[in-house]
């Protein structure tokens, strides 16, 4: 344990430890936040972090919003993400040895940021069946090459009531974290290390999730909309600008 905290500074894991809390208590009251917010800061500061003690920590985190609201889940959205998700997953895993990941990046990206400037202007975008399969392959692949698969299946399932997206989405996105890990161990990209890093951070992400439990009321469903988006476009910023400086 001594070797792997002196892998990082302490300044280092200060900031992650902090921005885990922040983005565990943001998943709890919107449904999304938790890799959109840690993974751009983890790969800079943090690269040991990403994918896998993300795509860990995220899921759990996803699990426990999830069973918090269970009565909310909508089945039928569900299971069309996670069709899509695990096609997404598995192109990822192909493209991570095929495609330069810069391209995929940006192109995601992008991508994001129209659905998000369609949605401002009014497009009504609803949870059809065609659009969370769609959603779900953007998800797997985003989230298996980067942890953050969460803007492409919030965009889809933005005009659900909070608590309903909250639960659907926390589940997509624990089983879809779980698939691209298993896929990330039998490819040879999740280390013990990494495991050990999940752990270590697992303390702060729980602590996150607990304050989340009252707000999560108060937030309306325009207000959700208008958080979403805004995490989503932050989200889709930052990786093209990471990309680019890179």
Not at 51 to 78: C, D, F, K, Y
Not at 189 to 208: E, K, T, W
Request: include cysteine; charge should be positive; charged fraction near 5%.
């Amino acid at each position: 344990m001594a070797a792997l905290i002196d892998l990082v500074d302490p300044l280092s894991w200060l900031l992650m430890a902090l921005l885990i809390v922040l983005a565990a208590f943001l998943q709890g009251v919107g449904g999304v936040g938790f890799a959109m917010l840690v993974a751009p800061i983890a790969a800079l500061v943090f690269p040991q972090l990403v994918p896998g003690p993300l795509l860990a920590l995220g899921g759990s985190v996803s699990l426990l919003a999830a069973l918090r609201e269970r009565q909310h889940i909508v089945p039928n959205v569900v299971v069309c993400a996670l069709g899509g998700r695990a096609t997404g997953s598995i192109i990822a895993i192909l493209a991570m040895t095929q495609l330069p990941i810069e391209a995929v990046n940006l192109g995601f990206a992008l991508a994001i940021l129209v659905a998000v400037a369609l949605s401002a202007w009014g497009l009504r975008i609803l949870a059809s069946k065609r659009n969370m399969i769609l959603a779900g392959i953007a998800s797997g692949i985003m989230g298996t090459l980067t942890s953050v698969g969460a803007p492409a299946l919030a965009i889809a399932m933005q005009n659900l009531a909070p608590a309903q997206l909250r639960a659907s989405l926390g589940l997509i996105l624990f089983l879809g974290a779980s698939l691209s890990l298993v896929l990330l161990i039998v490819s040879g990209l999740f280390s013990l290390q990494q495991a050990m890093l999940s752990i270590v951070l697992y303390p702060f992400m729980l602590l996150g999730f607990t304050l989340s439990g009252q707000l999560r009321h108060k937030v309306s469903l325009p207000l959700m909309r208008r958080l979403l988006l805004g995490i989503c476009s932050l989200s889709a910023v930052v990786l093209i600008t990471r990309t680019l400086w890179q």
